[in-house]
């Protein structure tokens, strides 16, 4: 830990091809045991639907900033296919970053080119610079974070909302008026029925 706290530590090194290498080829008949399919199944489509749900919130993003349809069903099966060859080396699953998506329009990406070249900017960064990235604290990334997810916001309503600002003062008059209006009411119409019970007894004992 520095003095901002936790470090994001020591990155898994992507040279050591022999344990790529293993993890494709320590394959078991096990696996592929039905139990152990119904065990992974429900993780799997876990994994799957928030992966798309992110694919798709990515994708609305860039369609937001550059005013332009995405193919959502070919991110889709992109998507698929990528997590399918990873999985074969050991790979995670992964899946469309709004975060990233805004950083490359942000920094002049335009074209299906700028994910490619974001792609080989990591692979060279944790390669390369692992040591340093180490480095880096995690409350500088949750600044960063924070800062995208002020961008992801949609500010529209906001602004509907602020030009709206003197009708809704009214709105605690609206509906708190009726309510106390109402509460009175029942208020003397129990008084009311008390009184006459009160008369109907005098006028027995009478």
């Known amino acids: 830990p520095g003095h901002l706290g936790a470090t994001i530590g020591p990155l898994p090194s992507l040279l050591d091809v022999s344990a790529i290498w293993r993890s494709l080829f320590e394959v078991t008949p096990q696996v592929f045991a039905p139990n152990a399919i119904l065990a992974i199944l429900a993780p799997a489509a876990g994994i799957a639907i928030v992966a798309s749900v992110l694919t798709l919130l990515a994708a ?3 369609e937001d900033l550059a005013g332009a349809r995405t193919g959502s069903n070919r991110e889709l ?3 698929g296919l990528g997590n399918l060859v990873g999985a074969l080396f050991g790979g995670l699953p992964v899946a469309g970053s709004p975060a990233a998506s805004i950083a490359s329009y942000q920094g002049g990406g335009r074209t299906r080119f ?4 974001l792609s080989v900017l990591l692979v060279l960064g944790v390669t390369l610079a692992a040591r340093w990235i180490a480095t880096f ?3 500088a990334l949750a600044g960063v974070m924070l800062v995208v997810a002020f961008d992801l916001v949609d500010r529209a309503p ?3 909302l602020r030009d709206l600002r003197a009708e809704l003062r009214l709105v605690p008059l609206v509906v708190v008026l009726p309510v106390a209006v109402g509460e009175e009411r029942r208020r003397a119409d129990e008084d009311q029925a008390d009184d006459g019970e009160h008369r109907s007894v005098d006028a027995r004992v009478r």
Not at 114 to 117: F, G, N, P, T, V
């Open 158 to 160: 906001l602004k509907i």
């Open 114 to 117: 700028s994910a490619l070249w």
């Open 77 to 79: 099966m992109a998507q």
């Open 137 to 139: 604290p995690l409350a």
């Open 60 to 62: 609305r993003t860039v």
